[in-house]
């Protein structure tokens, strides 16, 4: 009956006595917990570094980072966070602990060093934050090492089923948004049609919201996949009506940008050029949205951990925060706004 009881909850004078049965194994309360990013870096999730050691703390708990991904947990680095070390992070992109993809950790081996860092150090749970690859770390972890993580979807493609949202998607749009703005005042002031490739792995979320905000004409995603002839005709009954400016937005791997404007011009006489935006969508200042949403589940992380919860990934639902067990969502479908790309069709030409 003593399981689970926290230590937050108690008044102060309890907590040297609870402190007392917790050493003597008659109290099992979450002391300490980790908290690592993985995967692609996305904006906005310094700000979850920061909801999760803050909420931590605030619960009593001790908090620990660990550097680059499940790297940092087979190697054993790890570093102490306080109050203090997550000041002045949440307005910067990036990720103050390191990120990398860790293949090691797909194996027993990698596993089992995982844990035993999490022995060693003390760390009773552990919050992930990263995109699917860093959840089935997470969930092996949780499972087969009995090592509890909860995980946040951070990644700039929004491409994880069970949620809504993902930290980096919006400040990644907006970027990509604003550097498209910036290509069609150059493709207006010559008359030419700029192909921009942007981000999004195998996910054509962010080409057909930038698209639809930027007034693109054709948008090629591998959800709505479209024969370049298709592209080239819209451009063509386009520019019949007086239109001399043309934008396309590819979603990456779904053609090639600088081939495309090439059959473009050669098969139209507009002249063409290509854009390949890369990385500069991972970086810069979060948005209002991703620095809120990921307060918001750094603070759930934390609530998961403290309730016991394990092998728990967090998402938005309905614009309401909801938690699923990480291998039923891993074999969810994510579904691709169809409609939102017939009215871009619709309204661009
Ligand atoms: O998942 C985020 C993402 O930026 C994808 O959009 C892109 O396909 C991939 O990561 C690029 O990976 P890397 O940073 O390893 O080149």
């Not at 009956?1 to 309360?29: N, P, R």
């Not at 790890?78 to 194996?107: H, P, W």
């Not at 057909?208 to 905000?213: D, R």
Request: glycine share 10%; proline share 2%; charged share 25%.
């Amino acid at each position: 009956m003593w399981k689970k009881l926290y230590i937050y909850k108690v008044g102060k004078k309890f907590q040297s006595l609870i402190a007392h049965l917790c050493k003597k194994g008659m109290v099992d309360i979450m002391r300490k917990i980790g908290v690592l990013t993985s995967g692609g870096d996305a904006p906005g999730m310094n700000a979850a570094i920061r909801a999760v050691t803050r909420t931590a703390l605030a619960k009593g708990m001790t908090v620990v980072g660990v550097l680059k991904g499940f790297n940092g947990l087979i190697h054993g680095d790890i570093i102490d966070l306080d109050v203090r070390s997550v000041s002045d992070i949440i307005q910067k992109g990036g990720t103050m602990l390191y990120t990398a993809r860790c293949n090691e950790f797909r194996f027993k081996e990698g596993l089992q060093k995982g844990k035993e860092t999490c022995l060693k150090e003390g760390i009773e749970g552990l919050v992930v934050i990263g995109g699917d690859g860093s959840f089935r770390g997470a969930a092996d972890l949780s499972i087969t090492q009995r090592i509890p993580c909860v995980g946040i979807p951070a990644t700039i493609d929004n491409d994880i089923a069970m949620t809504e949202y993902t930290i980096g998607y919006d400040t990644a749009m907006n970027t990509a948004m604003s550097m498209i703005d910036k290509l069609r005042d150059t493709a207006q002031s010559h008359d030419r049609c700029s192909v921009v490739e942007v981000m999004g792995r195998h996910a054509g979320h962010i080409a057909v919201n930038t698209g639809i905000a930027c007034g693109a004409t054709h948008i090629i995603t591998e959800e709505m996949p479209t024969p370049l002839e298709e592209v080239i005709e819209r451009i063509q009954n386009t520019h019949t009506t007086g239109k001399h400016h043309f934008i396309v937005v590819v979603s990456e791997g779904h053609g090639d940008a600088k081939e495309i404007a090439n059959e473009i011009e050669a098969k139209t006489g507009i002249e063409s050029r290509a854009t390949v935006l890369g990385h500069v969508q991972r970086g810069g200042y979060p948005t209002v949205r991703d620095r809120v949403a990921a307060s918001q589940m750094g603070h759930y992380a934390v609530e998961l951990l403290e309730q016991g919860k394990a092998n728990r990934v967090i998402g938005f639902q309905k614009g309401k925060l909801v938690d699923y067990n990480i291998k039923t969502a891993l074999t969810m479908k994510k579904t691709f706004d169809e409609e939102l790309y017939r009215i871009a069709m619709t309204i661009s030409f």
